[in-house]
């Protein structure tokens, strides 16, 4: 049984910061990618940023520049620090990571979410 866990989210002005945090627990044997997925009103879930193992990123066009991922393999943890946070960065922030159990093949796990709003 593995579970992640954001949070972080909250209302912040136009130009602001906020930080999320996930945490996955449970009967991990090995965690290659994790990173982090949003999903705006009205549209469709789209790559924010992730990070493997060994510290390779990938981010999003939208928000290079602006936003950091960063993680601890030892405690299974991936951050996304936000600066300059636009109202269109308003969305629903999803934690994803790949795992492998004790019991399985590496399969893809999701947290249940995080609200991030950008608002004057």
């Known amino acids: 049984q593995v579970h992640l866990v954001e949070s972080g989210g909250g209302l912040v002005q136009p130009g602001g910061s906020l930080r999320l945090s996930c945490a996955a627990s449970?009967?991990?044997?090995?965690?290659?990618?994790m990173g982090w997925y949003r999903q705006p009103p009205g549209k469709q879930r789209e790559l924010v940023a992730t990070?493997?193992?060994?510290?390779?990123?990938n981010i999003g066009d939208s928000v290079k520049g602006r936003f950091t991922i960063s993680r601890d393999n030892a405690k299974n943890t991936v951050d996304l620090q936000m600066n300059s946070l636009k109202p269109e960065d308003t969305a629903v922030y999803f934690c994803?990571?790949?795992?492998?159990?004790?019991?399985?093949?590496?399969?893809?796990?999701w947290g249940q979410g995080t609200q991030v709003t950008v608002s004057s």
């Open positions: 449970g009967s991990i044997d090995s965690v290659t990618a």
């Open positions: 994803n990571a790949r795992i492998q159990t004790y019991y399985s093949q590496y399969a893809n796990y």
């Open positions: 990070i493997s193992s060994g510290g390779v990123t």
